[in-house]
């Protein structure tokens, strides 16, 4: 029956028709639009593996792990690409970065969640969320202006001038203060607030039935938390912590005023040093040659195989975590 | 309503008459009366009347007086619409040589296997100076620091580490410099400013052609490194103790303590428009015009100066009307527009280097036509 009526229908009741009211068309749509984004990561590779095809020819793979960053030549040493500088200064600070972050922002997750007042929760939570949107140059500048000059006074100057004395990668001198330590609790700051707000979520979607059985066990509520509810989510919190780490990997202009551009390598973190991010936004538009501009190209290539690496380690760890029901409770 | 659009019309063309006459007028005033200035020819050059759009990329440093060029020059001349985009002396040397450019600014000219392998009819026209000036923060120094080459090359090689070494103190005998670590600050981008920085540095000192050499970027052997002029800027500014250098412009323009360097002839100098100018003096010249002036020989020469240019096509333009309107755009910029740049703090180019800049333009051509030939002056 259905047939008999085509003839008198128009070209959009066809359509309709033939494609469930638009439902192939939506999904062939969104399925471009996904396959965008795949297309973006793949064009990125290429053009950044091609980009570097120069310092692969003339230098090699050894190029990772060399020293020596001196973009041009003189009478004692030809010009060398040495990545080395800026990857250590990448995973130093980012991991400075992480490690003070981490514990406060999910202290700072889990009480939101959990501990805090209704009153309080979304003026708090707001603010948590608002210290994320702020762009990373005010970072920068706030770093420069007040932090830089706090830090350097109070902290890395007498650090370095006791402790320092017989602790190398404490040692002095602190010169302006800018270096990897500083760049690294900046770094801190600006994620703390990703890995917050994640964990917050996180944790709110943990069901209430988790929490009620070791209260009606008899459990603290710090047992509760430490017990029931993070070891429920921790799958989530530990990609929080991945997504903060993903921001300082790649963090770049807080880190460029901050971090003093040094490629020496110098054991102190209180010493200047330079990320691979922030080499590439100060070198690249005025390389001094094909060569230097490959060197570059390639520590950006270096930077983006960090990240996916980091992520498919954060997505690995997340499947073995949740691999089995919730362990680690011993109630 | 119709008595309101014709009110309107009026005061419209009547302004637009007022502006014309604020804009020619000067120049007919000057037809109309014959005055016995001594150069007639300015009166009878005039930019051709032909359409075109020009493109152009390159160096930040000449930035603030190209467009300021730029947009006097479309009241000059209408039917030209120019762009000029500050992405760097490198960025901008790889634009023009990839024919995305009609014209490149750079601070550093280009090398000779560059110009061989990539580029063979690169003109360089040079259109002001600039000059790089070491700026310091220290309290104790009452009056202006003075540097020889030696001791800036020993600060930025870290072997001068402390303000009251013997070498800094010998030649500023009236300052009681304190007992406190020199904090060398550099440029972490890439930059022309570093280029004409180190380049005096290797010529001065043969450690640092040795062991650093010269360039837009290097291996810097001690201190920190800060984004752009105001990082350099601003970090001297907040470290008691700090030295950094800034394009003069900068520091004239935000008022930086500037130091006397002793040039060549033994002479302590200020970075002044009119020193960096007599730098120009100071050099031979050769043909391509291609040369650094730092260090330059004459009793006042500021020895921390260099070029900017913009790089042309000598034979390699297709576009007749193009090419027309890039030279007389150049041109202009040589001779009237040498007034904005002192005004924007750029220093003007010595008479005799006018000369040979607009000689580079007559050598272009389109076909076997010469594309420019206005009066030498």
Not at chain 1, 110 to 133: D, G, H, K, Y
Not at chain 2, 212 to 224: E, L, Y
């Amino acid at each position: 029956m259905a047939q008999v009526q085509t003839t008198g229908e128009s070209f959009w009741q066809r359509l309709e028709r033939r494609t469930q009211h638009g439902d192939t068309l939506f999904w062939g749509l969104t399925l471009f639009f996904a396959l965008i984004v795949i297309g973006l990561v793949v064009a990125v590779g290429v053009v950044t593996y091609n980009g570097s095809a120069l310092i692969r020819e003339k230098v090699g793979w050894s190029f990772l792990f060399g020293t020596e960053w001196s973009p041009i030549d003189t009478d004692l040493a030809p010009a060398s690409f040495g990545a080395w500088p800026a990857i250590r200064g990448t995973l130093l600070s980012a991991g400075i970065a992480v490690m003070l972050a981490a514990p406060i922002a999910i202290g700072i997750g889990v009480f939101l969640a959990e501990i805090c007042p209704v009153r309080l929760r979304t003026p708090l939570s707001f603010m948590v969320e608002l210290l994320a949107a702020i762009p990373s140059v005010i970072y920068g500048v706030w770093g420069v202006i007040v932090f830089v000059p706090f830090f350097t006074d109070y902290f890395a100057t007498p650090i370095s001038e006791s402790v320092g004395a017989s602790i190398p990668w404490l040692a002095g001198p602190v010169a302006t203060g800018r270096g990897i330590m500083v760049a690294g609790i900046v770094l801190a700051i600006m994620i703390l607030p990703t890995i917050a707000a994640i964990t917050r979520d996180v944790l709110s979607l943990v069901p209430n039935t988790q929490r009620e059985v070791l209260l009606a066990l008899g459990a603290t509520r710090w047992e509760v938390i430490w017990q029931a509810v993070i070891p429920y989510s921790r799958a989530g919190i530990i990609g929080g912590v991945m997504l903060g780490l993903g921001r300082a990997l790649g963090e770049t202009m807080a880190a460029t005023m901050l971090i003093g551009n040094s490629t020496r390598i110098e054991e102190s973190i209180f010493a200047p040093g330079v990320t691979a991010a922030s080499l590439v936004a100060n070198e690249l538009t005025n390389a001094n040659g094909p060569l230097h501009e490959s060197a570059l190209i390639s520590v950006a290539l270096v930077l983006f195989a960090i990240t996916l690496l980091l992520n498919l380690a954060a997505r690995l760890l997340i499947w073995y975590v949740n691999r089995g029901p919730v362990r680690g409770g011993r109630v | 309503m119709l008595r309101t659009k014709t009110a309107r019309s009026i005061i419209a063309v009547c302004s637009g008459f007022i502006a014309l006459f604020m804009l020619v007028g000067p120049a007919y005033g000057a037809k109309g009366t014959p005055t016995p200035t001594p150069a007639p020819v300015q009166q009878t050059w005039e930019p051709r009347n032909v359409n075109a759009t020009l493109k152009g990329s390159g160096a930040t440093f000449p930035n603030p007086l190209y467009q300021t060029w730029i947009s006097v020059y479309k009241q000059v001349n209408p039917s030209v619409s120019i762009s000029y985009q500050a992405v760097g002396s490198g960025q901008g040397q790889t634009d023009f040589i990839r024919y995305l450019t009609d014209f490149g600014g750079t601070d550093s000219i280009l090398t000779d296997e560059r110009i061989k392998a990539e580029a063979p009819d690169t003109l360089h026209v040079p259109t002001v100076l600039g000059a790089v000036v070491p700026t310091y923060n220290l309290d104790e120094a009452t009056q202006p620091l003075r540097f020889s080459a030696e001791t800036l090359a020993g600060i930025y090689l870290g072997d001068i580490t402390k303000w009251n070494d013997p070498r800094i103190a010998a030649e500023n005998p009236a300052i009681d410099l304190p007992n406190r670590r020199i904090t060398v600050v550099y440029r972490s981008d890439a930059s022309g400013t570093s280029a004409v920085w180190t380049d005096y540095l290797a010529k001065v000192s043969t450690d640092w052609r040795t062991q650093v050499g010269s360039g837009t970027t290097v291996k810097w052997p001690a201190g920190i490194g800060a984004p752009g002029n105001a990082g350099v800027a601003s970090t001297v500014l907040r470290t008691n103790g700090a030295i950094g250098y800034v394009e003069l412009v900068f520091a004239l323009g935000n008022k930086l303590p500037v130091p006397q360097v002793k040039n060549k002839a033994g002479n302590y100098v200020v970075p002044t428009l009119a020193n960096v100018t007599a730098a120009a003096a100071g050099v031979t010249i050769p043909a391509d015009l291609r040369v650094s002036i730092t260090n330059a020989d004459g009793a006042n020469s500021y020895p921390i100066s260099a070029f900017t240019y913009i790089l042309v096509r000598q034979q390699t333009y297709t576009d007749l009307a193009k090419a027309q309107a890039l030279t007389d755009f150049i041109y202009w910029g040589l001779t009237e527009g040498q007034g904005a740049s002192t005004r924007l703090g750029y220093a003007p180019l010595p008479g005799a280097m006018r000369v040979k800049a607009i000689e580079q333009l007559q050598k272009i051509r389109v076909g076997n036509k010469q594309v420019f030939n206005g009066p030498v002056k």
